[in-house]
T-cell receptor, first 116, second 107 residues
Framework: ETGVTQTPRHLVMGMTNKKSLKCEQH?????MYWYKQSAKKPLELMFV???????ENNSVPSRFSPECPNSSHLFLHLHTLQPEDSALYLC???????????????FGAGSRLTVL | RKEVEQDPGPFNVPEGATVAFNCTYS??????FFWYRQDCRKEPKLLMS???SGNEDGRFTAQLNRASQYISLLIRDSKLSDSATYLC????????FGAGTRLTVKP
């Protein structure tokens, strides 16, 4: 497989469920990201991992819990979500975190989450 | 003020038209700039980086004005396949996205 792979592509869950989103990249990148995309809003950066260390948590509620066991895998654990958490969750990777011009993001196809 | 601001559109243009999008950003320390394209229900994909001197890739031309803190994208000879949402992206250490400008190219 190549690029960034996300599973599941679609997820419907109740507010009391626990589920996880998975992301895997085969690009040899060292930084991985979770973004949330809601309708008509900019992508919101949630979490950043650089060389497996979490370097950013943008005031994300604790019902979202990231995990990065290695540079190729990233999880987002979901627990007691709210209906307003329904959105497209995009995973991305880049060679490293930082402002260098070549540090572009490659996205996965996303996991579309619906919370009932 | 939003970190990255774009006109949401939609822009509806006929095939062959030239269309331009602008984007403004608030952080003067922004280091690098990009345009991404997002098709309906798909992930964003890099269209092109934006360099200080301006750059061109086929029918697409990107410009950067650091003094005024805006970025532009010009599409010449629009094709039906150019229909998408165009996202302005600014790197301040992490990538910050605009909400996107929707373009529809009609026959």
């Amino acid at each position: 497989e190549t690029g960034v792979t996300q599973t599941p592509r679609h997820l419907v869950m109740g507010m009391t469920n626990k589920k996880s989103l998975k992301c895997e990249q085969h690009l040899g990148h060292n930084a991985m990201y979770w973004y949330k995309q809601s309708a008509k809003k900019p992508l919101e950066l949630m979490f950043v991992y650089n060389f497996k260390e979490q370097t950013e948590n943008n005031s994300v509620p604790s019902r979202f819990s990231p995990e990065c066991p290695n540079s190729s895998h990233l999880f987002l654990h979901l627990h007691t979500l709210q209906p307003e958490d329904s959105a497209l969750y995009l995973c991305a990777s880049s060679p490293r975190q930082g402002s260098a011009g070549a540090n572009v993001l490659t996205f996965g196809a996303g996991s579309r989450l619906t919370v009932l | 003020r939003k970190e990255v601001e774009q006109d949401p559109g939609p822009f509806n243009v006929p095939e062959g038209a030239t269309v331009a999008f602008n984007c403004t950003y608030s952080n003067s320390a922004s280091q690098s700039f990009f345009w991404y394209r997002q098709d309906c229900r798909k992930e964003p994909k890099l269209l092109m980086s934006v360099y200080s001197s301006g750059n061109e890739d086929g029918r697409f031309t990107a410009q950067l004005n650091r003094a005024s803190q805006y970025i532009s994208l010009l599409i010449r000879d629009s094709k039906l396949s150019d229909s998408a949402t165009y996202l302005c992206v600014v790197n301040i250490g992490d990538m910050r996205f605009g909400a996107g400008t929707r373009l529809t190219v009609k026959p």
